[in-house]
């Protein structure tokens, strides 16, 4: 158990410091291209800028996923970096389909990654309901529907 963690948790921090940096990427977009009481913009600027912190942050769930399962790889859990990767998304999402199972030795690693998946996607979820409560507020001063 101490080397699932000896090896885990190096691997989540990873991950943790990937989205951390990333989400501040995606915050500086948002507030670069962001003015809150500017003229009219088109119909889909919110859209777009709402789309670009999305894929921002999801490259960073997809980068994390693809860390897992390349140590799943390095480990020599599988022989294909598709089912390694396949099998690491299936933990990092929570999904737990488990059709494809690691060995004894190195099976907590999975709950591990879970674990670190579901912070990560809920830093995502996070992030773009701030950005959305964002636009949301510009739109209702926008029809002075609030001060």
């Not at 999305?54 to 480990?75: D, E, K, R, T």
């Not at 859990?77 to 299936?90: G, I």
């Not at 990654?113 to 507020?137: D, F, P, T």
Request: glycine share 8%.
């Amino acid at each position: 158990m101490l080397k699932i963690l000896a090896l885990g948790l190096p691997v989540m921090l990873m991950c943790l410091t990937i989205q951390a940096a990333l989400t501040g990427l995606s915050v500086r977009h948002f507030l670069r291209n962001y003015a809150p009481n500017a003229p009219e913009h088109t119909p889909w600027f919110g859209i777009r800028l709402l789309m670009a912190v999305m894929v921002i942050l999801m490259l960073g769930n997809v980068l994390q996923i693809s860390i897992w399962g390349a140590l799943f790889l390095w480990l020599g859990e599988f022989t294909e970096l598709y089912e390694a990767v396949y099998h690491s998304a299936v933990n990092f999402t929570s999904l737990g389909y488990g059709d494809v199972v690691m060995s004894k030795s190195w099976k907590l690693l999975g709950p591990l990654e879970a674990a670190n998946g579901v912070l990560m996607c809920g830093m995502s979820a996070g992030a773009l309901m701030a950005v959305m409560q964002a636009l949301i507020k510009d739109e209702l001063r926008k029809r002075k529907l609030l001060e």
